[in-house]
């Protein structure tokens, strides 16, 4: 089995549960239920485990077909995106992995897009191995609300993952209030940090609370001088006012203090704001945390005008499980 793929950094699962994507449609799930093929967590094999109709296994798996045709499914985006790559898992499946697999984009306002939808063939017939990742990178980023999975003829796949950006247009506001210019669902990412042994940044901009310790962003114990990193691109530039940090489930490996640092940057390659990080302004200096709480924070934060990127600072090490970033959007410079 090949390692997992290398993932660009700041990529995004657009098909991710928590995002509200849904597996809408299959046309055959007999030997394992459809919601699974975008499960958030690792595929697992367990021996000796059965159901009513055969071995479980933990993805999509459709029944041999007798007869002309192939077999395929139709994920919901919780949000349309820019999509840059897709990843074909199937471990554990081993004689019973589909030949080849192919798939489709569209944009629709149909639960489930038919025939009729404007379908756009984005990876054509490829071959696949049993037991293996494929990371199938676009050549260019194609706009979908959709996806579809054809597999040639029939078998099972454990997992799809969909990555991209949510396409978020701030213009489309209406209210007029602030929102959270970070979230992952107004089109924020994480760039980089310099350390994920536990969870990863991305976590930190996810919906909702995080639902234990493994949902959010925690580091390694560091043993030697310095502090832990993570930097996060803003879905639109915009004047920050408010800012919520929340350590939920992190007890005895919270932060001590955090403090965060910003610039506006919107067109500086990834790799270059990694460098760039340690110069930023100072948008909010050192503020204590404490264990399994929400910290609410609207004094002290400083007025250095529209930012594009955050970098947050915890001191030394430790867990965070969120981190709100509250302002208006910034729209002469949005992206």
Known sequence: MQAAPVIDRG????????????????NDDFFADKSRLIDPTEPQFIPGKYDANGKWMDGWES???RGPGHDHCIIRLGHAGLIAAFEIDTRHFTGNFPPAASIDLCQSTDEIPDDRAPWLEAIGITALAGNDRLLIRLPQPMKASHVR???YPDGGVARLRVYGHIDFDPARLTSGEPIDLA???????????????????????????????GDGWETRRRREPGHD????????????????????HFKGNYPDQFSLQAAFCPHSPDELLIVQSQFWDTLLPPNPL???????????????????????????????SRLRLYGLPHLQDAR
């Open 183 to 213: 979230a992952l669902v107004h089109g924020g990412r994480a760039v980089a940090a310099n350390d994920a042994h536990f969870g990863r940044p991305d976590n930190l901009i996810a919906p909702g609370r995080g639902v234990d310790m």
């Open 290 to 320: 404490q264990a399994d709480d929400e910290h609410l924070i609207t004094d002290g934060i400083k007025q250095i005008g529209p930012v594009s990127h955050v970098r947050l600072n915890i001191h030394p090490d430790g867990g965070v």
């Open 63 to 65: 029944r041999r077909k």
């Open 11 to 26: 990529w995004t699962d657009l098909a991710s549960p928590r995002l509200g994507s849904q597996v809408v449609f299959a």
């Open 149 to 151: 999975l054809n597999i």
């Open 229 to 248: 990193w993570a930097i996060l691109a803003l879905g639109c530039p915009g004047v920050i006012s408010k800012i919520l940090i929340d350590t939920a």
